[in-house]
């Protein structure tokens, strides 16, 4: 039998990034979808559409909604049809969801057509999403072996915001350019390209042996989603308000706070993301969590925007190193043939976080005030904290107890 990729497992950690960094390409050229048009909906919806921050807010949970309904889905087609084949799909419908974008611009319907086809457009791009990166992760750790699990984890961040953070103020350019119905236009054509680069790339066989039931994988890393869930709310609330922020106090430079979170998160990738996998990932989650919650803190009290800027830099470089924190921790509980399973079901309390933070900070705005949803997000990460620290501290009494 010819021995793959998968079997060879790299010799150093020089050795794991050089084989993630093509899958980290085209999860970027995938991504930019995503990032290009996020800044702009908040202002189409509220600007354009005319409609409140209630259904902002929907507006932008719909895309995690569709994520939390598919992960399962996801995670099987990953374990049983292989990563390539969910990577692929993935990125065919995240075309289409982006297609759908310049339906809703052409909306013959009025805005009120116009905020549906929005609607089911954020919903089938979290489809796309969910297969996109549920097959990467999946993907990415079987080309370097569970030692190297957060590194994987690192570089589809790194993707992924790399091209929020890029995609951003190049998407507020599209559109004064020419239009949403140009911004979407593009943002379908990227996905397309990455997803024809990612058939010529050699998959590799799904594991053998017996799949864990989904929920039964949920189970067993649920503490670490929780987590996850809770320390989410804070960048969640950023990508939904901040622009709205920006123009209540008429600051102008929105999309920059969007881009110095995905700088800041990139960076502290770049430098410490080999701290999961050798310091453990609890030890490093109790760290970046409060450091995120602090970021989410400085923007609520932010007098200008460059303090804005400062506090959403702190909280990508907070939440950079929380999702594969927690992941490793995640990842030791399950066995391989049920890998996408748990990077699906992980992933999903991402999903759940931010389909919570759309409602519920639209909401706050509606009823309170903008400074007091960054607030929320930080509250929201002390609770994180605490949870995380929780799990610590039973994990240690079990030890002794066992000992």
């Not at 680069?197 to 039964?216: E, Y």
């Not at 320390?231 to 969640?236: E, K, M």
């Amino acid at each position: 039998m010819a021995t793959t990729l998968s079997d060879m497992a790299p010799v150093s950690g020089g050795d794991a990034t050089r084989r993630l960094l093509p899958f980290a390409g085209l999860i970027f050229f995938c991504y930019m979808t995503v990032g290009l048009p996020l800044a702009v909906l908040p202002i189409y919806v509220h600007g354009n559409l005319g409609y409140g921050p209630v259904a902002v807010g929907w507006v932008m949970a719909m895309q995690s909604v569709g994520t939390l309904l598919s992960r399962q889905f996801a995670g099987a087609v990953s374990d049983v049809r292989g990563p390539k084949v969910a990577v692929v799909s993935g990125a065919l419908i995240c075309s289409a969801a982006a297609v759908l974008y310049s339906v809703a611009s052409t909306s013959y319907g009025g805005r009120e057509s116009a905020l549906w086809v929005l609607l089911s457009a954020r919903a089938i791009l979290g489809l796309g999403e969910s297969l996109l990166i549920t097959g990467a992760l999946a993907w990415c750790i079987g080309n370097v072996g569970t030692r190297y699990t957060g590194r994987a984890m690192v570089w589809v961040g790194i993707a992924m915001f790399g091209a929020i953070g890029v995609g951003s103020p190049i998407g507020v350019g599209l559109f004064q350019a020419g239009g949403f119905t140009l911004l979407a236009l593009i943002s379908a054509a990227l996905p397309i390209i990455a997803g024809a680069a990612a058939m010529l790339r050699r998959g590799i066989p799904p594991h053998h042996g017996v799949r864990l039931n989904f929920f039964r994988v949920v189970k067993l890393i649920w503490p670490f989603g929780v987590s996850l869930a809770l320390s989410t709310f804070g960048f969640g609330t950023l990508f939904a308000f901040l622009g709205l922020y920006y123009s209540a106090h008429h600051w102008r430079g929105a999309p920059w706070g969007l881009a110095s979170f995905g700088a800041a998160y990139t960076i502290s990738r770049l430098l410490f993301g080999g701290l999961p996998d050798q310091l453990g990932g609890r030890k490093v989650a109790s760290f970046t969590i409060p450091l995120q919650g602090f970021g989410s803190l400085v923007v609520a009290v932010a007098s200008s925007p460059s303090v804005a800027i400062i506090g959403a830099a702190i909280l990508g470089a907070g939440y950079s190193l929380t999702f594969p924190a927690l992941g490793v921790e995640a990842v030791k509980r399950v066995p391989a043939q049920s890998r996408g399973a748990a990077m699906g079901a992980y992933v999903a309390f991402v999903d759940i976080g931010l389909g919570l933070t759309g409602p519920i900070a639209g909401l706050f705005v509606r009823y309170v005030s903008y400074p007091m949803v960054f607030l929320l997000g930080s509250a929201f990460s002390l609770m994180a904290w605490v949870a995380v620290l929780t799990v610590t501290r039973r994990r240690h009494v079990e030890k002794t107890h066992s000992g």
